[in-house]
């Protein structure tokens, strides 16, 4: 059975940093590639960036972009986000997700930026 276990999040200053991570089981996790969503009240869920599944080939929407970096540990199964100088419009919870025969999520893990 697919699994995505998202931590890290919590409450965070303008300007500092999180680090999320995703502990994947029930797949080839080597094999697929992974997203970070994220979603905050009354808004649409959006992308947040994306990682290849072998070559390690990155994408990120454009409000986070030079901020954010996703990364994988393949020999672990674990997704990353690192989240560096923080705003308050990152504020949502963020989700892990893979398309594994069926679209998987987990089950979030709450970032919230404020002073």
């Known amino acids: 059975q697919v699994q995505l276990v998202e931590s890290g999040g919590g409450l965070v200053q303008p300007g500092g940093s999180l680090r999320l991570s995703c502990a994947a089981s029930?797949?080839?996790?080597?094999?697929?590639?992974m997203r970070w969503y994220r979603q905050a009240p009354g808004k649409e869920r959006e992308l947040v960036a994306s990682?290849?599944?072998?070559?390690?080939?990155?994408n990120y929407a454009d409000s986070v972009k030079g901020r954010f970096t996703i990364s994988r540990d393949n020999a672990k199964n674990t997704l990353y986000l690192q989240m560096n100088s923080l705003k308050p419009e990152d504020t949502a919870v963020y989700y892990c997700?893979?398309?594994?025969?069926?679209?998987?999520w987990g089950q979030g893990t709450q970032v919230t930026v404020s002073s």
């Open positions: 990682i290849a599944s072998v070559r390690g080939i990155t």
């Open positions: 997700n893979a398309y594994v025969r069926y679209d998987s």
């Open positions: 029930g797949f080839t996790f080597s094999n697929y590639p």
